[in-house]
């Protein structure tokens, strides 16, 4: 997910449902801004907070361990100005790149404790299927 993050991610084609979802994400975090109850460091800093707890999830669901690193990040309340966008927030992030919040990785726990996470994952995937293809332009 994070390899089709890129500072692009706004001009993406139409049907990368990740890309899809961020677009509507970046929407909402703007109309709270124009409504006056964000500003856009908690928009940027919020994104950061769910897109890591996401990750650690899947990363559980898919068993954890060594075998499913999950990127580390570190935020400031200082590090962002100006407007909220995506391509400024994939920016910061840091994927692919030595600079911005990317700390490293770290290690989930492995799903032993949370076998029930791992077989409720393994029957949605069976019975929604693994996705539509996505179209290579």
């Known amino acids: 997910m994070l390899n089709r993050l890129t500072p692009a991610a706004e001009a993406a084609p139409a049907v990368d449902e990740t890309v899809l979802l961020f677009r509507l994400a970046q929407r909402i975090a703007d109309n709270r801004t124009v409504a006056g109850v964000h500003?856009?460091?908690?928009?940027?800093?919020?994104?950061?907070?769910?897109?890591?707890?996401?990750?650690?999830?899947?990363?559980?669901?898919?068993?954890?361990?060594?075998?499913?690193?999950?990127?580390?990040?570190?935020?400031r309340g200082d590090d962002w100005s100006g407007d909220f966008t995506l391509s400024k927030w994939v920016a910061a992030l840091g994927v692919g790149?030595?600079?911005?919040?990317?700390?490293?990785?770290?290690?989930?726990?492995?799903?032993?404790?949370?076998?029930?996470?791992?077989?409720?994952?393994?029957?949605?995937?069976?019975?929604?299927?693994?996705?539509?293809?996505?179209?290579?332009?």
């Open 39 to 75: 500003y856009p460091v908690d928009s940027a800093h919020g994104g950061l907070l769910g897109l890591s707890v996401a990750l650690g999830f899947v990363a559980h669901c898919l068993g954890g361990g060594k075998d499913f690193p999950v990127p580390e990040f570190g935020a």
């Open 97 to 137: 790149t030595s600079t911005g919040w990317r700390q490293g990785s770290a290690r989930v726990a492995e799903a032993r404790a949370w076998s029930l996470l791992p077989q409720l994952w393994r029957a949605a995937v069976k019975e929604w299927g693994p996705g539509p293809e996505v179209p290579v332009a």
